[in-house]
Structures are given as structure tokens and as C-alpha cells.
RNA sequence: GCCUAGGUGGUGGAACUGGUAGACACGCAGGACUUAAAAUCCUGUGACCCUCAAAGGUCGUGCGGGUUCGAUUCCCGCUCUAGGUACCA
């Protein structure tokens, strides 16, 4: 009988579901692991060969762990709320609902042709009420919670209204707006509920406030920081401008410090580590007030550099800064209104593409130098962002070289603060050297000065150390429909949660899903839609990142009606240890659900710092496209004839996109080719050695470069089996590459000899009962122990390599022996589940039984000792030529080898070639 | 500019803590089986030199140095590629 995959595929992935094999039970008596894939998003262009290669490398881990005796939760879901669903909605009219339930199916029948180990009964969907209603109870305890840096945890709301009633907010060291204002007991007993409200709304971790956002008119909504790239949207790259809205955020920058130091106790990638450190972009430094003579303002700005204040010789505003106004003397006040209005025209992609260009105005007012006393000017400069520090800054055009050039472009004081400086032609910002022109820090070290500034303006009151983050809150609320409905309702224009028993707050239907015409979001379309018949909804939705911010928690607990995950089955499954997807989510996804983790955490719900304790992320999948050279003739216009790759420069030629599932190998299929396109129906070739090959390049796959490879397409013709090894073999799993079926045939070579060690020359099923030869259990060990080490470092690429070697040692020896084949099946179940579930099941054991039970395969009752160990080198450390990594005996072989130096031939079965001595010791032997 | 990762045959890639560089696979060449093709199997395959052959030699992991008995691996400088990030004070 030959190997029949398509057969064999179909009927055990129809046993699998049918008997539910790779259901999961919380089981104490069992170690857990958890493997997660980041869930995709059911686009409608369905799964292409890309998207499967992390999937497949985390089934192999999950079935590996299995048969390593643990309990593997590895399910499967979908982050089914999203823009595209909803686009396509406002084109069609057709409910998002809809498509996004098609493309489910479809993408799960695409996942299950390619027989993964998910436990389909934990399947979450985001968009689905069961589910959201949990992503909105969390951010119900978002909105009742502080964040209490004392404690440096989230606390109760209650508890924050408790202290105020007792002694006021002065004590309190809260993560909160920056407009606070001091009040004791009696002045909050005293104020009416609203007042009341509208204060602990500055202490919420979800709270409204009137902020800056990034507004994108096209998809007519507001994006978060890591939704806009470029200054264009993240999704269309639609232009993005600045502009003050009520929006709903979060406090994640309560959080900062927390989500900067957990980084150090994950398995990340470096690189991915590093993205998120400079998105928090955690900066030590000083506050310092400037203060405004004849006022009781002063100006606010941060600073590295503390030092250089002695050559702070003027003061630089954001242009978005709000005392500019009040500050401006009315000589200045036309300058600075046409400068602050060009500078708000400017798109932020304008102002990043033009930064050579010194531009600014002066607004005629004088602040004070905190120490010197001496008057200095305040002007404003779109190089000073608001949104970072206090928008504010000092201007040191000695020690920054921003600062220089606009000092030298308006002709302001340049004051040298160090002997070590040379600032002839630009900033120096050395910290080397002995400061001058500074005061009381003059002869002093960086560190000394550093110190002595500090104490000093604390003492007078005009600024402190302090730590300042890049990361802003994140913007909570969308313009959208196809989102989850924020749980609140409003009452005297302030927002009220409404009540847990009404949850889930189900998505009103509408009868478009455009904003209204009065320019409220979707939701305003929708009839009655009222709390309690009175009170109005809020009319935005929660970002695409809410729902996935803790979906791995509902997975443990997927059903449950009473919480987002039982208290048992978070205690059991407590965590993520392996987290496989693509490194887009650095700053986005991978921040946010750190944050829900550590808030869910300070909730008592759990207790793990971390959520994902060992990440990879796959590389991305490229497409390679193929090129036809289609004859141009004299006026340039295309004809009907192609002529090969090889041969086209003898030719005036244009390519041509051609479907790369009709080239294989780089030779065109012509006859396919003929029908690929009408108008190609008639064309004619100029072959080289009676083919016609291709030209190629590497892309991003896309539908339109004809170079995308569907998965169902290689699975029918080679198979699910050979698909998934074929997507290990082809390289390091984290690293990007091609796609290319050039090696395919390999590997689908490989499962075919394979198959083959079990059948005869003729077909027939042919297994003995024999005892295995030795060599014959050298070759099975080599794999088993090769193949756990692999697994453990992610090495998938290796593995695969090893197994080849394997089965053509096996197949040289004609080894058709059960007590050889039977544990090699087991070792490449997590590879090739599908040929390796059919032979099992043939050599008489139950169906499924190799995927669900423990195999003492790897326990080292099956490593045989000794005899196999041949050293190869000798230098401290070892290392086995012959036989991969198995343990030997070093000093033993060492002193043998060295009392009979003369007479050693042979080490085991190995003759020995050469003895390498180098200084006395033995380097290396030659076997 | 800054941060991070990387540069190995015709190709994808091995080489895990410094120890025979190029495993495995693709491709290519030759052969067996076949009327023929496909499939399958066998042999060869880094470059160069030498040899009828066996054998042997030299060079070789982006470039230039260094440490070492020995470097793809460690150190210094440069260069190129990919990803991230940027008036962040």
C-alpha cells in the first residue's frame, strides 16, 4: 500500500474531533504548560502559508510536552472585533456579525486541515457577548480603581473616597491628572456628589478627560500612540492629526515602573525587550520651575541635564503650551498667533519630515533663572513637543545641539558650562571637564553638581529630582461600531458605571454603520438605546487591543458565567509559559496585556507578575514572486510572446507578475499559464533547453504580486504532514525567510521512506518482532535525545534535519523492527501527527493513544549507556562527532587513551585515525 | 543619528560552552531500473593545485587587525543587510 496522505489526513482528523482527543482538564496531579499562539484576526482573505508557522511550531511543543508527562493547555480563538469587519459593513450594509462568523469558518477549517493539537472547547471569540461581557467588567474595575504609588499597587476607589472623607487627598501618592488640587477632609465632606465625582475622576485607572488625541478623519476615529505609524494610521495609512477630544483612557503610565522592571524577569527577545524599554522610555532627570516675575506662575521644564543650567539662556515652549497666550506681550501677540497657528496646521507627518529647519517665535515675556535670578526669555518652537515632559524645556545651546541652532539662528546667548567644552562650531554635551560660568558648582564633577543643584532648588523650592516616561495613557475610547460598548451611562454629563447585573451591555443594532450626522460615532444611530430608559450610553466603543488584553485568563475557564475565569483554574494554569507570535505586538498588544495582568494581579486575582513568561517570535513568511518576460516591440507595446529568463536580454522585455502556484522549480507551467489569463490564451515562448524558467524576487505576500501560497493548496498535493515539517526544515523559526517550495520534495521524500520502513518492497505491511542490532538502537537514540534537546532550545530546523539522517540509517539497515519504529513514531508524532497516528494505530495500538499518553520514550530507561559513548575530542570539554551529546566518561577515556598512546587504533567500533596532541594534552582524535 | 539582530558553497541552512567548517536538504552531473517518462535507488558535488589512479597539498565562514597550540565562534576597528526608533530636552 502506498502513502496515501490525503486519505489518511482526513480520516484522523475526523477521529480527533469525533472523540474529542485533545480535550483538556485542569489535572493538580499533573505539572501544567501553557502554550499560547497570539489568536489571529479572521480577516476575509483567509490563512495563508505564512500565518501557520508559529502555530506549528507551538503544536509541536504542546504535543512534545505531552508525551513529556505534562498537562498542555494549547487552545485556539479569535480576535474577531476589528476595522476590516467593519469597512466592509459600511460597504455592503452586511452586519459585521456576519462576515466575521464566515471568516471564523473559514479559518477554521483551514487550521483544521493542518491538524493541530487545539482543544476546541476553550475556543474564545472576542466579539461575543459571553466573552465581552468580561472585557467589560474589567474595565468596570479599571474605573474603580487608583493607583496608589505608596503601596505601588491598584486600590479600591472606596478606599481612595475613605481617606478623603478622613484627612483629604495631601497624603496621598496617587498615579493621577496633574491639574490636582489640594483639599483637606472637610473640603471634600462638604462638596456635592458631582464635585465629588468629577474629582475621583482624575484618580480612575479608566477615566475621561478632555486630552490631545490623534484623530484620523478617513476612518473617523481617534487612534492610540501605537496605532499611528509615520504620523499615518497604523490600518490604511490615512493622514492623523492632533485634537482635543473627551476621550476615555487608562492609566498605564501608573504602571510604568512596574512594566519596566518585569521586563527583567521574562524570556523575551532582545530585540522586543528593547522596543518596549524605549516605549516607556523611562528618563532620569530634574523638574525645574522658571517663575514668572509679577506672577505666581512659573514655568515647569524637564531636564536631563541639571547641570547645564547655568547655560540655560532662554526658555522654549511647545507651541501647543497653554499659558502661551497669557504670556505673550501684545507687541508679540500677531507673531506668536500666526506661529502657533502654522505649527497647529502642520500634520504631524510634516513636522517629523522637517526637522532641519529652525523655526520659532517670541512670545516678549521674561521668565527668571531659578538661580541666577537673571531674566530670561520665553520663546516657542514646534521642536518642543507638548506631549513630552512638561512642553516645556530649558535651552542649553552650549551643552544641545537643538539648542544651539536656534541660538544661533536667532542670535541668543551661547554660555560654555565646562572647561571641556568646544562649542566653536556646535553643542558639546561632554560631562568631562570642570564647569565654569556656573556658580556654585564651578570646579565641580558631573556626580557633585548633579547632587548640589538638586538640594539647592528643592531648598528653595524651584524644582526636584524626578523620573520622567515617554509613555502616555492609552486612549481608550473608538469612534467605531464593531467594538465592545463601554459599560457607562451619563447622568448630569458625568459618567456612572451601570450596574454589574446588566452586563454583558450587548451591542445595539443599528441601521448604518457610519457616524451620525451630527458627527457622534455609530452607536448614536441606535433607537431607544437607553439605560434604564433614561440615561445615555457612552457612544464610543473599546479599542481592538481590550478584548485581547486578557484572553489567555478565558481560556482556563472559558464557560464561566460567574467570572472571567475561576479562582481553581487560574491557581492551576497560572500563567503563560510559552507565548508564540509575531513581533508587530511589541509596543501595542504585548504592553497592554502586561498591564491588565499586573492590574488583575493587584485585584488579587491572581498572582503572577508576568503574564508570558517565554516568548518567541516567528519570523515573517515571504512571498517569492514569479516573472514571465513578455517581447515589447519597437513602440514599446506588449506582444504575445515570452521569452525564459536566461534569454531576455536578447530582448526588449517588460515582466510580468505570473501566479507563482504554476512554476515550480522556477519552469513554468505552460499549459496552466495559457489559461492563467484570457489574453494570455494565444501566447507563444522562446524556451531555453525546451522549458521556460522564471525570473524571481522576494516580497510581501499579497494577493496582488500573484505570490501568495494558500496552505489547502500544499496540503492537498503533499499533504498536512509534510506541510508541517516542510515549514520547520525551511529555517530558524525566528528568523524571516522566502517561501519557496524548492525543498519541499524532500520532505515529503523523507515521510515517504518513512512510511516506507514499515512496508515491503511490494507494499505490504511488514513489521517484525526481532531484537533491534545495536546499531540499529544507536540510530533511534540519536534521535530521541536529539530531538528533545531541539524542542527545549526551539530548534526545530535541526530536528528535522535529524530525523532524515535517522531514517535513512534505518532504511540502510533494513530495519523494520517494532521495537525501533515504534518509539521513532512517538518522537515524530509532534512533527507529522497524521502518517505517525496511522502506523501507530496499525501496529495494533488505540487510535489517539499517541497523542494523548505519556510515552516513556524519553525516560532514560531507552538510553542505553555506555557503549555508545565514542569521544572524539578531548580538551576539558567534549564533543561527540559520532554520537550527538550522550554523556561519556572524559577521564576515563582520557587516561586510557593516554597510557597506551602507541597502541590505540580503535575507541568502540571507531578506528582511530590520528591522535592530535597539542602541549601534552590531547586536542583532538581523528576516527 | 541611536538601539537590536545578522553576513558561512549555486540555494535554504548545520556547526549547542573556541576543537575535522559546509551536517541535512534542494539544485546540478553521472549511473541503475524502464520501450520511454514519472517515481524510486546508487555515486559525485566549496574553490584551486597535483595525480592514470590511490593519496596528498593550498586557500576558504563580509573586510582589516588581535588573543590562542587552534577562531564561523572571543576582543578591537570597519563595512554591508534587515528590523525597530527618533527634534524625547
Given at each position: 500500500m502506498v502513502y496515501n496522505h490525503q486519505d489518511i489526513e482526513k480520516k484522523w482528523q475526523r477521529f480527533w474531533a469525533e472523540n474529542d482527543i485533545y480535550r483538556t482538564e485542569a489535572d493538580p496531579s499533573k505539572p501544567k504548560y501553557y502554550v499560547l499562539d497570539m489568536f489571529p484576526y479572521p480577516s476575509g482573505a483567509g490563512l495563508h502559508v505564512g500565518h501557520p508557522l508559529g502555530y506549528i511550531a507551538s503544536d509541536i511543543v504542546s504535543r512534545y510536552k505531552r508525551l513529556k508527562g505534562f498537562n498542555v493547555l494549547h487552545p485556539m480563538g479569535y480576535d474577531s472585533f476589528g476595522l476590516p469587519a467593519e469597512q466592509y459593513a459600511i460597504q455592503t450594509g452586511q452586519h459585521p456579525a456576519v462576515t466575521t462568523e464566515e471568516n471564523i469558518n473559514r479559518y477554521k477549517e483551514q487550521l483544521d486541515r493542518i491538524g493541530f493539537s487545539y482543544d476546541w472547547n476553550r475556543e474564545v471569540r472576542t466579539s461575543s457577548p459571553q466573552y465581552y461581557k468580561w472585557t467589560q467588567w474589567i474595565f468596570m474595575q479599571l474605573f474603580n480603581s487608583w493607583y496608589n504609588h505608596d503601596e505601588d499597587k491598584a486600590e479600591s476607589i472606596d478606599k481612595l473616597i475613605e481617606i478623603f472623607s478622613r484627612e483629604g487627598n495631601k497624603k496621598i501618592n496617587a498615579a493621577c491628572d496633574d491639574d490636582i488640587e489640594l483639599f483637606d477632609a472637610f473640603f471634600w465632606n462638604k462638596l456635592r456628589e458631582e464635585q465629588k465625582q468629577e474629582i475621583l475622576l482624575k484618580y480612575r485607572l479608566a477615566y475621561l478627560k478632555e486630552s490631545t488625541v490623534n484623530w484620523c478623519a478617513q476612518l473617523g476615529t481617534v487612534l492610540a500612540n501605537d496605532e499611528v505609524v509615520n504620523g499615518v494610521s497604523?490600518?490604511?495609512?490615512y493622514p492623523v492629526e492632533q485634537k482635543k477630544m473627551m476621550q476615555w483612557s487608562l492609566r498605564i503610565t501608573a504602571y510604568a515602573e512596574r512594566l519596566l522592571q518585569g521586563l527583567n524577569e521574562v524570556d523575551w527577545p532582545e530585540p522586543l525587550i528593547e522596543m518596549q524599554r524605549n516605549w516607556i522610555g523611562r528618563s532620569e532627570g530634574a523638574k525645574v520651575r522658571f517663575p514668572i516675575p509679577d506672577t505666581d506662575k512659573k514655568i515647569e521644564v524637564f531636564t536631563t541635564r541639571v547641570d547645564t543650567i547655568y547655560g540655560a539662556s532662554f526658555l522654549v515652549l511647545a507651541p501647543e503650551h497653554e499659558w502661551i497666550s497669557q504670556l505673550t506681550t501684545i507687541s508679540q501677540k500677531e507673531e506668536i498667533e500666526a506661529y502657533v497657528a502654522a505649527a497647529g496646521k502642520k500634520s504631524e507627518l510634516d513636522r517629523m519630515a522637517d526637522t532641519k529647519t529652525v523655526s520659532g517665535a517670541f512670545t516678549g515675556a521674561y521668565a527668571e533663572h531659578p538661580l541666577t535670578g537673571k531674566r530670561v526669555p520665553i520663546w516657542i518652537s514646534d521642536y518642543v513637543l507638548a506631549s513630552y515632559g512638561t512642553g516645556a524645556v530649558m535651552a542649553v545651546p552650549s551643552g544641545d545641539q537643538r539648542d544651539y541652532l536656534f541660538a544661533k539662528h536667532f542670535d541668543l546667548p551661547i554660555v560654555a558650562i565646562s572647561d571641556a567644552q568646544d562649542i566653536s562650531e556646535q553643542a558639546d554635551d561632554t560631562k568631562k571637564g570642570k564647569y565654569i560660568?556656573?556658580?556654585?558648582?564651578?570646579?565641580?564633577s558631573y556626580q557633585k553638581a548633579v547632587a548640589t543643584l538638586v538640594s539647592t532648588l528643592e531648598e528653595k523650592g524651584l524644582g526636584e529630582a524626578t523620573i520622567n516616561y515617554r509613555m502616555r495613557d492609552a486612549i481608550f475610547g473608538r469612534q467605531r461600531y464593531w467594538g465592545e460598548p463601554v459599560p457607562v451611562y451619563f447622568k448630569n454629563n458625568l459618567p456612572y458605571l451601570i450596574d454589574e447585573k446588566d452586563l454583558p451591555l450587548l451591542l445595539p443594532e443599528v441601521d448604518k454603520y457610519l457616524p451620525t450626522e451630527s458627527g457622534e460615532p455609530p452607536l448614536g444611530r441606535a433607537e431607544n438605546w437607553k439605560y434604564k430608559g433614561e440615561f445615555e450610553y457612552e457612544k464610543s466603543t473599546m479599542p481592538g487591543w481590550a478584548g485581547s488584553s486578557w484572553y489567555w485568563f478565558r481560556y482556563m475557564d472559558p464557560k464561566n458565567t460567574e467570572s472571567f475565569a475561576s479562582e481553581e483554574a487560574i491557581k492551576y494554569w497560572k500563567d503563560v509559559d510559552l507565548y508564540i507570535g509575531g513581533s508587530e505586538h511589541a509596543t501595542g498588544h504585548l504592553l497592554y496585556s502586561r498591564f491588565w495582568n499586573k492590574f488583575l494581579k493587584d485585584l488579587g486575582?491572581?498572582?503572577?507578575?508576568?503574564?508570558?513568561k517565554k516568548l518567541i517570535n516567528q519570523g515573517m513568511i515571504q512571498g517569492v514572486s514569479s516573472f514571465v518576460y513578455r517581447i515589447v516591440d519597437e513602440e514599446g507595446v506588449g506582444t504575445n510572446k515570452f521569452v525564459s529568463f536566461g534569454l531576455k536580454d536578447q530582448y526588449r522585455t517588460t515582466p510580468i507578475h505570473v501566479d507563482v502556484n504554476i512554476v515550480h522549480h522556477d519552469k513554468l507551467d505552460l499549459e496552466k499559464f495559457k489559461n492563467f489569463r484570457p489574453e494570455f490564451k494565444e501566447a507563444e515562448f522562446i524556451l531555453e533547453g525546451g522549458e521556460y524558467i522564471c525570473g524571481h524576487e522576494v516580497e510581501k505576500m499579497s494577493k496582488s504580486k500573484y505570490n501568495v501560497v494558500n496552505p489547502d493548496d500544499i496540503i492537498e498535493q503533499y499533504g498536512a504532514d509534510t506541510l508541517r515539517v516542510y515549514e520547520m526544515f525551511l529555517g530558524p523559526l525566528e528568523q524571516a525567510k522566502p517561501w519557496n517550495t524548492n525543498g519541499i520534495d524532500g520532505v515529503n521524500r523523507f515521510l515517504r521512506r518513512v512510511w516506507a520502513l514499515f512496508h515491503d518492497q511490494d507494499g505490504k505491511w511488514a513489521v517484525s518482532d526481532a531484537e533491534p542490532t545495536k546499531q540499529e538502537m544507536k540510530s533511534l537514540h540519536k534521535i530521541i535525545h536529539k530531538v528533545e534537546e531541539d524542542i527545549e532550545r526551539f530548534s526545530f530546523n535541526t530536528s528535522v534535519s535529524a530525523f532524515m539522517i535517522c531514517v535513512n540509517e534505518l532504511t540502510e539497515q533494513k530495519c523494520n523492527k517494532r521495537a525501533i519504529l515504534e518509539p521513532l513514531l512517538v518522537v515524530l508524532q509532534p512533527y507529522a501527527p497524521h502518517i505517525t497516528e496511522e502506523l501507530w494505530a496499525k501496529l495494533g495500538h488505540e487510535p489517539g493513544t499517541i497523542s494523548q499518553a505519556v510515552y516513556p520514550v524519553f525516560e532514560s530507561k531507552y538510553l542505553v549507556e555506555d557503549e555508545f559513548n565514542y569521544p572524539v575530542s578531548i580538551n576539558g570539554k567534549l564533543r561527540t562527532n559520532i554520537l550527538m551529546g550522550l554523556d561519556w566518561d572524559q577521564q576515563k577515556v582520557e587516561e586510557t587513551v593516554l597510557a597506551n598512546k602507541d597502541i590505540v587504533k580503535h575507541i568502540g567500533d571507531k578506528k582511530v585515525k590520528k591522535i592530535i596532541f597539542v602541549k601534552g594534552r590531547i586536542v583532538n582524535l581523528v576516527v
Open positions: 497604523e490600518r490604511g495609512g560660568n556656573s556658580d556654585i558648582i564651578n570646579g565641580m486575582f491572581h498572582n503572577e507578575e508576568e503574564p508570558f
